[in-house]
Nanobody, 127 residues
Framework: QVQLVESGGGLVQAGGSLRLSCAAS????????MGWFRQAPGKEREFVAA????????FYADSVKGRFTISRDNAKNTVYLQMNSLKPEDTAVYYC????????????????????WGQGTQVTVSS
């Protein structure tokens, strides 16, 4: 089992920045991929970004490319999501997730790829 705890959410004005953190504990040696998803009210959960734990390859949704940056600290078993130039449409609950294995880039954006999920942290961007 891997336990995930997100932090860093909050209220920010459009154009502002936030940094989310996700700390992993437990069977962290089994982590192949860490990702961020988000879910806005009335919408389905959508992929935001992911990073391969061992080699650091990154993946982004088109909607956040150039604005968000995912990174990791292997020593702290923590993944970060730096969010810049935030827009009201970025408002959502953001979830951290871990997949035990990386099976190819096609699967990175699929929720079913991930084995463990955090509780989520609210991000609200005001206009």
């Amino acid at each position: 089992q891997v336990q995930l705890v997100e932090s860093g959410g909050g209220l920010v004005q459009a154009g502002g920045s936030l940094r989310l953190s996700c700390a992993a504990s437990g069977r962290t040696f089994s982590m192949g991929l860490m990702g961020w998803f988000r879910q806005a009210p009335g919408k389905e959960r959508e992929f935001v970004a992911a990073i391969r734990w061992s080699v650091g390859n990154t993946f982004y949704a088109d909607s956040v490319k150039g604005r968000f940056t995912i990174s990791r600290d292997n020593a702290k078993n923590t993944v970060y999501l730096q969010m810049n130039s935030l827009k009201p449409e970025d408002t959502a609950v953001y979830y951290c997730a871990v997949a035990e294995r990386y099976s190819g880039s096609y699967y990175v954006s699929l929720s079913r790829t991930y084995n463990y999920w955090g509780q989520g942290t609210q991000v609200t961007v005001s206009s």
